[in-house]
T-cell receptor
């Protein structure tokens, strides 16, 4: 089954404790992206990747890192989480390389709480 | 800069009534338009998309949307809603960035609540 898998689904952590949210897709998609969803703000892009070893900032990259060492995986790293990063996070992927008209496939989300 | 505005944050409606969820966008370049649906505790899934051609686009679950270039709108409609249509709906615009592929910009979302 074609899917985007995020882990964990729920995560509660404390300020400053490094964490990683994993994302994996089995559709051989070149394009992958991370979004955060906050009430009244819709989805905002954090980082995206056009292909292996190619990543770039989205609209709200501060406090986040990503890597794309393999085509299928695109982990989101919070080196020192803060309470304002409490949010619902989504990973998404699409193909072909120019993703302008290709629909995104989303994971089921990771709800992160930073205390 | 491109932006997407969903004019209603919440839309309550009774079962079997028609519904329209409004979406306006601003862009100085050509765009592709999408509607996504998010059911509770799930990720977003594509409802329909407009790329070119006929301005009336039909999607899954009986939804349709009409692209109006002069009004820069892409409103979503369904003639008769079901309880199962209760979800959050996102309008999105994809802008072509030649150095970066496409960038998808989302609206704020509209919560559709269908009551019996």
């Amino acid at each position: 089954e074609a899917q985007v898998t995020q882990n964990p689904r729920y995560l509660i952590t404390v300020t400053g404790k490094k964490l990683t949210v994993t994302c994996s897709q089995n559709m051989n998609h070149e394009y992958m992206s991370w979004y955060r969803q906050d009430p009244g703000l819709g989805l905002r892009q954090i980082y995206y990747s056009m292909n292996v070893e190619v990543t770039d900032k989205g609209d709200v990259p501060e406090g986040y890192k990503v890597s794309r060492k393999e085509k299928r995986n695109f982990p989101l790293i919070l080196e020192s989480p803060s309470p304002n990063q409490t949010s619902l996070y989504f990973c998404a992927s699409s193909s072909p390389l120019r993703a302008s008209n290709s629909p995104l496939h989303f994971g089921n989300g990771t709800r992160l709480t930073v205390t | 800069a491109q932006s997407v505005t969903q004019l209603d944050s919440q839309v309550p409606v009774f079962e079997e009534a028609p519904v329209e969820l409004r979406c306006n966008y601003s862009s100085s370049v050509s765009v592709y338009l999408f509607w996504y649906v998010q059911y509770p505790n799930q990720g977003l899934q594509l409802l329909l998309k407009y790329l070119s051609g006929s301005t009336l686009v039909k999607g899954i679950n009986g939804f349709e949307a009409e692209f109006n270039k002069s009004q820069t709108s892409f409103h979503l409609r369904k003639p008769s809603v079901h309880i199962s249509d209760t979800a959050e709906y996102f309008c999105a615009v994809s802008v072509i960035l030649y150095n970066q592929g496409g960038k998808l910009i989302f609206g704020q979302g509209t919560e559709l609540s269908v009551k019996p």
